[in-house]
C-alpha cells in the first residue's frame, strides 16, 4: 500500500483576524472589533479558483506519477548466506505463485512452497539454522544499471489449514508459518559490484496477512492427524517499501531476523520499483 497525496480546500478568509461587529444596522457607532477570548467567530469559506484548479492539478500530477511507476523483476537471484530448504531462489523473480487479474502489484501470491516436487509452489525458504535463525542474505542482479525507488515484497505466506474447521487451532498448531517471513532487513546497492555494501536502507518488512482464495482448490494432505489443504486456499498481497532513488544493477537484500520462528526464513515474491519516467525521458 502507497500513501497518496490529499487534497484539501484552503479557505481564502483564514488569514483575516477573528473580529465581531459593536452595534448594528441603522446604529450610530457600528465598528469591527477583535473577538473576545474564546468566543466563536463564523469565518467566510469563500476558496479562489487559482488555488483550488492548483492544489488539483498537483494531486493529479501526483497520483500519475505514482501510476507510471515501473515495476522491474530482476533476471536472477543468488543466496549467498542462508542456504535453502527449499525454493529455488529463483521462484522470487518468476511469477510462480502469482494470480489474479491487472498488474503484478494488484496480484496475489498463494501460499504453497516453492518446491521442485510440489508444483505450483512459489516461495523460498532458508536451510534451518538454529544458530542463526531468521538470517540470511540475496543479491539481486537486475541486468543493468537502474535507477530504483522501492521494493515490492510478498512475505512468506505459507498456510495449511485444516478441512475440519471445529480442529482449527492457532499458529503453527494450524499450519500459520508465516512467522517465518523476514522481519528487519537491510539494503545495499551497486552498479558494478556483485557483492555490494557501504550504507543500507533499513526496513522492518510486515508479516504476511493472508486471506481465503477466490480460487479455493489447494493440495490435500493429512498433517498431524488431520485431513488439512495447503497452499492454494490462502493467498498474500504485496507490500511496498519505498526509499530515495539510487542508481544500481545488483541489490543486496540482508535478512536479519523473522517473525518469531526457530529457524526458518523465507519470502514469496520480489519486485523493485523505478521512478516513472518524465515526457521529456520518454
Excluded at 50 to 68: R, Y
Excluded at 93 to 117: A, M, Y
Excluded at 173 to 189: I, Q
Excluded at 242 to 269: C, H, M, T
Aim: aromatic content about 8%; charged content about 20%; glycine content about 12%.
Amino acid at each position: 500500500m502507497v500513501r497518496r497525496a490529499v487534497c484539501r480546500e484552503k479557505s481564502a478568509g483564514s488569514a483575516i483576524p477573528p473580529h465581531r461587529e459593536i452595534g448594528g444596522p441603522g446604529k450610530t457607532g457600528t465598528r469591527r472589533v477583535p473577538a473576545l477570548p474564546n468566543e466563536i467567530i463564523p469565518m467566510p469559506r469563500t476558496t479562489h479558483p487559482a488555488i483550488c484548479l492548483t492544489i488539483a492539478a498537483l494531486c493529479l500530477s501526483a497520483t500519475k506519477s505514482q501510476a507510471d511507476d515501473e515495476v522491474i523483476a530482476p533476471v536472477s537471484v543468488s543466496v549467498t548466506a542462508g542456504g535453502t530448504h527449499y525454493g529455488p531462489p529463483s521462484v522470487l523473480i518468476d511469477g510462480q505463485g502469482l494470480s489474479g487479474e491487472g498488474e503484478v502489484l494488484k496480484q496475489r501470491h498463494n501460499s504453497f512452497p516453492g518446491t521442485t516436487t510440489k508444483p505450483p509452489g512459489g516461495m523460498w525458504l532458508s536451510a534451518q539454522s538454529t544458530d542463526t535463525p531468521g538470517q540470511a542474505t540475496l543479491v539481486f542482479d537486475l541486468g543493468e544499471i537502474r535507477t530504483l525507488n522501492a521494493i515490492h515484497v510478498w512475505n512468506y505466506g505459507e498456510v495449511i489449514f485444516p478441512v475440519d474447521e471445529d480442529k482449527k487451532p492457532t499458529g503453527e498448531e494450524a499450519g500459520d508459518f508465516t512467522a517465518r517471513g523476514a522481519s528487519d532487513v537491510e539494503l545495499y546497492f551497486d552498479t558494478a559490484n556483485p557483492d555490494p555494501g557501504g550504507k543500507p536502507v533499513v526496513f522492518a518488512f510486515s508479516q504476511a496477512t493472508w486471506e481465503p482464495s477466490a480460487n479455493a482448490g489447494g493440495r490435500p494432505v493429512v498433517w498431524r492427524g488431520l485431513s488439512c489443504s495447503w497452499g492454494l486456499d490462502f493467498t498474500v498481497p504485496a507490500t511496498t517499501y519505498k526509499f530515495s532513488p539510487v542508481q544500481a544493477r545488483y541489490v543486496k537484500l540482508k535478512i536479519l531476523g523473522n517473525w518469531g520462528d526457530p529457524g526458518f526464513v523465507g519470502l514469496s515474491e520480489i519486485r523493485f520499483g523505478a521512478p516513472a519516467k518524465t515526457d521529456a525521458a520518454k
